[in-house]
């Protein structure tokens, strides 16, 4: 299995609160993504990062933001939680993006509850 | 745009039952296609995949082909048993989207599989 990690792995926060999570990857890869799952919608994407401080929005970035101040760290902030970022959250990794044929590895997921 | 329809679930099955989840996409280029599963509590994880039109992926009993005149990769199976109840998702690489390695993904397909 990757050595993918998440913290926490289920958090409970109220509408307004400022919220991070975290993805930790000891596999040295350069590639490291968001995805929100939500029933009907399978995984979307929020953010991802292709380095070290270089990161770009996904498909459903808006309030949401991220950071990577080092390659094994991807973290994901909700900067003012609300109920609509309730959700199952997961971290992926791959190896490289450049040919669209890599395996994405995934994250055991964050269950978020934003009441 | 670029987007993946999968039939709608849950397909319950009996233990060694023929498995078929119907997998479209629409997509410009020439994208990879993936299935990952889900086992419940679990991130995803890659079944198979094929980088190219008439290309099977194959895994653990599990088959599909790249079709791309029917935009097609449908996810077979001959015989299943209850270990493979999961959720199902296909996925495609964003072919418009060079260099990132992002996933489109279906809305995703529950198995279950009952003795």
């Known amino acids: 299995d990757a050595g993918i990690t998440q913290s926490p792995r289920h958090k409970v926060t109220e509408t307004g609160t400022p919220v991070t999570l975290r993805c930790h990857q000891t596999e040295n890869h350069r590639y490291m993504y968001w995805y929100r799952q939500d029933p009907g919608h399978g995984l979307r994407l929020i953010h991802y990062s292709y380095g070290v401080k270089d990161t770009d929005k996904g498909e459903v970035s808006d309030g949401y933001s991220v950071s990577r101040s080092k390659t094994e760290d991807f973290l994901l902030t909700l900067e003012s939680a609300t109920s609509s970022q309730t959700s199952v959250y997961f971290c992926?990794?791959?190896?490289?993006?450049?040919?669209?044929?890599?395996?994405?590895?995934f994250g055991p997921g964050t269950r978020l509850l934003v009441l | 745009g670029n987007s993946v329809t999968q039939m709608e679930g849950p397909v319950t099955l009996s233990e060694e039952a023929f498995l078929t989840i119907n997998c479209t996409y629409t997509a410009t280029g020439y994208p990879s296609l993936f299935w990952y599963v889900q086992y419940p509590g679990e991130g995803l994880q890659l079944l198979l995949k094929?980088?190219?039109?008439?290309d099977k992926g194959s895994n653990k009993g599990f088959e599909a082909t790249y079709r791309k005149e029917t935009t097609s990769f449908h996810l077979e199976k001959g015989s299943v048993q209850v270990s493979d109840s999961a959720v199902y998702f296909c996925a495609l690489s964003d072919p418009g989207s060079s260099n990132t390695g992002k996933l489109i993904f279906g809305q995703g397909t529950t198995l279950q599989v009952k003795p």
């Open positions: 992926a990794i791959s190896e490289s993006g450049t040919s669209g044929r890599e395996t994405q590895y």
């Open positions: 094929a980088t190219k039109a008439d």
